[in-house]
T-cell receptor, first 111, second 111 residues
C-alpha cells in the first residue's frame, strides 16, 4: 500500500513561471519530509526538507509547504528554469528512520 | 572530496547467478541504504543499516542479502532467488535521522 503518493506523473511549465509539485501521504505519524530531484540514470539529489513543526521551508527558488491536516505537501519552484527539468520525488519518514518515496513527477520546463 | 560511489554502473548477469553490487561512502555516515527503482515506480527500500554488523530488512528484501563489516561499505548481493532482478539499484547514506545522499546507481540487467 503506497503511503506516499504523487498523483501527477508529469507536469509542463513555461520558463519563468511557477512549478508546483504535489505529494500526499496517508500515515499521520510522518514528521519529516524530503524532496529530491533526479535525472535519468543518476542518483537522486537532495533539494529541501521540512519537519512537521513547520509549515514552510524556503531555499532559494525552492519552497516546500506542509499542510498536516490535509496530509499534503507541495514543492514550489519560482522561477522555473529549463535545467529544472527532471523527475521530482517526495519522501516521508517517522523521525528520519525508514523513508517512503512517492512515484515521482516528471517536470518539463519549456524554454 | 566526499561522496558515495557505486560500481559498476552497468552490470549484466545470466539467470541463476548471484551478483554483488558495491557501495562505498566517505562521508562518515552511520546509516546506509539500498533501494531499487523500476520504471514508473518510486524508490523501494531493500535493506538498511544504522551500525556496523547490523542491518534491517526493508519492504522488498526477499532474494537479496547485505553485509556491513565496515562503516564505509555496504555491498548488496542479488541472489538467484530474486525473481525479477533487472532494475536500477541505488545506494544511499545519511546521518541517522537526516536526509539521505545517493550514489550514481547501478543498472543491473539479467540476460
Amino acid at each position: 500500500d503506497q503511503q506516499v503518493k504523487q498523483n501527477s506523473p508529469s507536469l509542463s511549465v513555461q520558463e519563468g513561471r511557477i512549478s508546483i509539485l504535489n505529494c500526499d501521504y496517508t500515515n499521520s505519524m510522518f514528521d519529516y519530509f524530503l524532496w529530491y530531484k533526479k535525472y535519468p540514470a543518476e542518483g537522486p539529489t537532495f533539494l529541501i526538507s521540512i519537519s512537521s513543526i513547520k509549515d514552510k521551508n524556503e531555499d532559494g527558488r525552492f519552497t516546500v509547504f506542509l499542510n498536516k491536516s490535509a496530509k499534503h505537501l507541495s514543492l514550489h519552484i519560482v522561477p522555473s528554469q529549463p535545467g529544472d527539468s527532471a523527475v521530482y520525488f517526495c519522501a516521508a519518514s517517522v523521525q528520519g528512520n525508514q523513508f517512503y518515496f512517492g512515484t515521482g513527477t516528471s517536470l518539463t520546463v519549456i524554454p | 572530496d566526499g561522496g558515495i560511489t557505486q560500481s559498476p554502473k552497468y552490470l549484466f548477469r545470466k539467470e541463476g547467478q548471484n551478483v554483488t553490487l558495491s557501495c562505498e561512502q566517505n562521508l562518515n555516515h552511520d546509516a546506509m541504504y539500498w533501494y531499487r527503482q523500476d520504471p514508473g515506480q518510486g524508490l523501494r527500500l531493500i535493506y538498511y543499516s544504522q551500525i556496523v554488523n547490523d542491518f534491517q530488512k526493508g519492504d522488498i528484501a526477499e532474494g537479496y542479502s547485505v553485509s556491513r563489516e565496515k562503516k564505509e561499505s555496504f555491498p548488496l548481493t542479488v541472489t538467484s532467488a530474486q525473481k525479477n532482478p533487472t532494475a536500477f539499484y541505488l545506494c544511499a547514506s545519511s546521518i541517522i535521522g537526516r536526509e539521505q545522499f545517493f550514489g550514481p546507481g547501478t543498472r543491473l540487467t539479467v540476460l
